[in-house]
């Protein structure tokens, strides 16, 4: 096959349950503070400790500084929103509002700079097969472009019902879809073996959730499946490595090339839109909100009767 090697029918049917497992706890944490406490702030603490020392650490597949800042730095993006969502102190102050933005933009800058890494990569690094190349870049390009088409975080609310959900109206489907595909290719760079549920089943378990069960939510959906992700590849790393269920990148240089240029030219065409519109309208993307004229957004503040936070 193109991106992978064979797929055999117990490996497909485990990667709809990994799908359908992330957005079952998604949905059961975001529905119930005291379940999320116990999976963000309790499991944390104790699994450092008691399992991630013997699973995760220098030879582990999962044992780079990489995977301990990722499953930290999402969990600690699952904290923030969580204060966001039940404190109304917090959600009304606009300078918290950017600690959503801003742990994206570290959260996307962490791939960025481990994607420039791998160019210098050939071989097996920390236990997975990486091979670096002029993909690495053009992705890493691509995140960059991905960061700078982060927009309207004053915009973002807490949902009127009762589940207090986390919207952002200004984070709308094209960007998404840039981000899913960018992201797709820094898995498939970096940690190619581990892509095939770690890239495709992780990121449209958030993008589902995003487009069918909860709209405007996607950065809240994504916090918490990544956090979900990385605690339980820290916690049985064989898992997507050496499992019986572990399917293996084909390792095929043109597919690492194709996948990385669809990536930045879909972050190019973001960001050429996005600017545009900026300079056109005369919208700032710091202090208003750029894309509040377009149907998706006014599904979302319509849907929760959201006040629109313009320039």
């Not at 450092?48 to 597949?61: D, Q, R, V, Y």
């Not at 892509?195 to 992780?202: I, K, N």
């Not at 590849?233 to 572990?246: G, H, Q």
């Amino acid at each position: 096959m193109f991106l992978f090697e064979s797929i055999p029918w117990y490996c497909a049917l485990m990667w709809f349950a990994v799908l359908g497992g992330l957005i079952l706890f998604n949905e059961v944490t975001r529905k119930n503070k005291y379940v999320a406490i116990i999976f963000f702030v309790v499991l944390p603490i104790i699994l450092p400790f008691t399992l991630w020392n013997k699973t995760a650490g220098p030879n582990s597949c999962v044992g780079s500084w990489f995977h301990w800042a990722k499953v930290y730095s999402a969990v600690a993006g699952c904290l923030c929103f969580m204060a966001l969502r039940y404190s109304k102190n917090l959600s009304k102050n606009k300078y918290v509002l950017a600690f959503p933005a801003i742990i994206l933009a570290i959260n996307i800058m962490e791939a960025v700079v481990r994607d420039f890494q791998c160019y210098n990569f050939n071989g097996v690094v920390n236990g997975v097969m990486t091979i670096g190349g002029p993909w690495n870049i053009m992705n890493g390009i691509a995140g960059i472009l991905n960061i700078l088409t982060i927009s309207g975080f004053v915009g973002i609310v807490i949902s009127k019902d009762k589940d207090k959900d986390m919207l952002w109206p200004d984070q709308l489907w094209f960007w998404i879809i840039a981000y899913d595909i960018w992201n797709f290719a820094y898995v498939y760079n970096c940690v190619s073996d581990h892509s095939f549920y770690g890239g495709t089943g992780l990121l449209l378990a958030c993008t589902i959730s995003a487009f069918f069960i909860k709209k405007g939510a996607w950065l809240q959906h994504r916090a918490y499946t990544l956090a979900f992700w990385m605690m339980f590849a820290m916690s049985v790393p064989t898992f997507a490595d050496s499992s019986i269920f572990a399917v293996k990148s084909s390792h095929n240089t043109t597919a690492l090339f194709v996948v990385s240029a669809l990536a930045l030219a879909a972050n190019i065409l973001v960001f050429v839109y996005h600017f545009y519109k900026i300079f056109k309208y005369k919208r700032n993307p710091i202090t208003g909100e750029v894309h509040f004229d377009l149907d998706a957004y006014k599904e979302v503040v319509k849907e929760d009767e959201v006040v629109v936070t313009t320039n």
